[in-house]
């Protein structure tokens, strides 16, 4: 072969090398920052992309990765990269110790979900993305807990991670990264804090035992009350029905005795004045005889002194007597 023939292999050697190189296939997803002699040239998009092998040079960046195995370790996997995922990413990180307002050391590790937005802000504006994220995470979370009590860091995780990433977003933005989620996965407090939040939760279960069995007494009681007051009205209103029954049935008794007398009394006025009589000296005397009834009814011997009027009246009432007999024979 000739000199000609083979610088012409090299060269078609050369070119083929040199097309090989300069096309790059980007997946759907992913990114490559491009630098030209050192400086940012352009992003590439997914799909057949042409560079200049010589001139061109993707830009590689320090990657960490982190995984969990079965046991609960957690494994930190370092990567230098050239590609760009610009999918959402979760990052395990490892548990960390942080102290509370009350001065209470707990262990708390986190899940962080990202999403680079900005390629060439994530490659250029800071070194190690997920290293900076990491310690801008422990270091935000940190002071969050650092103003809540432990009872309030155990119940608020929900508020706990709203402001975290709130603040991580915010911090981030520069970087060309979005913060989606933070995610407290444990809060582990020391085992002497563990053993008095059982008792005090044990103690609190107690009391509202207690507070209950108090509280059914105490319902009882009412009832009992209302129960026997109940009764008392009951027998009352019944002791009040009956006497206004039986006071009833006395006024109306009298009544009738009182129409009957009254008609009796008419009736002999009548008769009496008929026959010439007085009805007046018949009544008193009728009412002297009453009188003197009452009077010797009693079981001690008595002295009766009978008025002159009376034994007037009591011969007055014998003579009616005498014509009241003798109106009958007729």
């Given at each position: 072969m000739s000199v000609l023939g083979i610088i012409v292999s090299i060269f078609v050697l050369f070119i083929i090398i040199f097309a090989i190189k300069g096309f790059k296939i980007v997946q759907q997803s992913e990114t490559m920052v491009i630098e030209r002699l050192g400086r940012y040239?352009?992003?590439?998009?997914?799909?057949?992309?042409?560079?200049?092998?010589?001139?061109?040079?993707?830009?590689?960046?320090?990657?960490?990765?982190?995984?969990?195995?079965?046991?609960?370790r957690t494994i930190i996997r370092k990567e230098t990269i050239s590609r760009i995922d610009l999918r959402e990413t979760v990052y395990d990180f490892p548990k960390q110790n942080v102290i509370t307002r009350d001065n209470v050391a707990i262990e708390i590790?986190?899940?962080?979900?990202?999403?680079?937005?900005?390629?060439?802000?994530?490659?250029?504006?800071?070194?190690?993305?997920?290293?900076?994220?990491?310690?801008?995470?422990?270091?935000?979370?940190?002071?969050?807990?650092?103003?809540?009590?432990?009872?309030?860091?155990l119940t608020s995780r929900d508020t706990i991670n709203q402001k975290l990433r709130a603040i991580l977003d915010e911090a981030t933005d520069k970087w060309g990264v979005k913060i989606n989620r933070v995610e407290l996965q444990d809060i582990i407090p020391p085992e002497d804090v563990k053993v008095a939040m059982e008792k005090q939760m044990r103690a609190e279960r107690d009391r509202r035992a207690m507070i209950l069995e108090a509280?059914?007494?105490?319902?009882?009681?009412?009832?009992?009350?209302?129960?026997?007051?109940?009764?008392?009205?009951?027998?009352?209103?019944?002791?009040r029905q009956a006497m206004v029954l039986k006071a009833s049935g006395e006024a109306?008794?009298?009544?009738?005795?009182?129409?009957?007398?009254?008609?009796?009394?008419?009736?002999?006025?009548?008769?009496?004045?008929?026959?010439?009589?007085?009805?007046?000296?018949?009544?008193?005397?009728?009412?002297?005889?009453?009188?003197i009834?009452?009077?010797?009814?009693?079981?001690?011997?008595?002295?009766?002194?009978?008025?002159?009027?009376?034994?007037?009246?009591?011969?007055?009432?014998?003579?009616?007597?005498?014509?009241f007999s003798s109106v009958q024979k007729t």
């Open positions: 040239h352009r992003t590439l998009s997914s799909g057949i992309n042409i560079i200049w092998p010589i001139f061109d040079k993707p830009r590689t960046i320090e990657w960490k990765y982190t995984k969990t195995d079965p046991s609960g590790n986190a899940l962080l979900y990202f999403q680079i937005t900005d390629p060439k802000r994530a490659v250029y504006e800071i070194a190690n993305l997920p290293d900076a994220i990491e310690k801008l995470t422990q270091t935000t979370l940190r002071n969050v807990i650092g103003e809540l009590d432990l009872d309030h860091t509280e059914g007494h105490k319902q009882s009681k009412i009832l009992e009350a209302e129960g026997v007051r109940q009764a008392e009205i009951n027998k009352a209103e019944g002791i109306e008794a009298r009544i009738k005795i009182a129409e009957a007398e009254a008609e009796a009394v008419a009736r002999v006025s009548k008769v009496i004045k008929e026959s010439g009589g007085d009805p007046t000296a018949y009544l008193i005397a009728l009412k002297y005889i009453e009188a009834k009452e009077m010797v009814s009693g079981k001690d011997n008595k002295v009766i002194y009978i008025p002159y009027e009376a034994t007037a009246i009591l011969g007055a009432v014998g003579s009616i007597r005498d014509m």
